[in-house]
């Protein structure tokens, strides 16, 4: 049986780039599927475990790019074709569209909360400092709440 497929858009990729956790994905999820989209926003080049994949229903990425960004849209998209076991969004109004059409959405922080449970990392408010300090979004209410389950 293969691995559950897990997609990403760019934000959770540049974030952990910037503070060189981008192994993380690959530690908890295996292979990352992404579509060129999102391979054209991270602007690098990527380690061999990403897996790019063009994007079929591209109906559904140009109705999604009236509300999204190209690669929020393709991540969206492809996470629907490919019956994808996660797809890792951190925007609100991409999240909330996912959610309506039923798919099963995370975050850079559910990530990073997974990631202190299995150990992958000692201290999450480490993480989310460091990611805060790059310029990513982090509201006070959700990282204080992400502590808490993180026992922290």
């Keep these: 049986m293969s691995d559950p497929v897990t997609v990403s858009n760019s934000s959770c990729l540049i974030a952990l780039e910037a503070i060189d ?9 295996g292979t990352i599927t992404i579509p060129s989209a999102v391979a054209t926003e ?4 990527l ?8 994007v079929q229903n591209t109906a559904m990425v140009k109705s999604l790019q009236l509300q999204l960004g190209p690669g929020e849209s393709e991540a969206i998209a492809l996470t629907s074709e490919r019956s994808a076991a996660r797809l890792i969004l951190d925007d609100k109004k991409a999240r909330r569209i996912a959610r309506q059409l039923n798919l099963p959405v995370t975050g850079t922080v559910a990530l990073c909360i997974s990631a202190k449970q299995c150990g992958l990392i000692p201290k999450l408010s480490d993480v989310f400092d460091q990611l805060i300090a790059t310029g990513f979004f982090l509201a006070d209410a959700l990282a204080e709440a992400a502590l808490r389950q993180a026992g922290e």
Excluded at 21 to 29: A, H, I, S, V
Excluded at 42 to 45: E, K, V
């Design 21 to 29: 956790q981008l192994e993380l994905l690959q530690q908890l999820y």
């Design 42 to 45: 991270f602007g690098a080049s």
């Design 47 to 54: 380690p061999t475990w990403f897996d790019i994949q063009p």
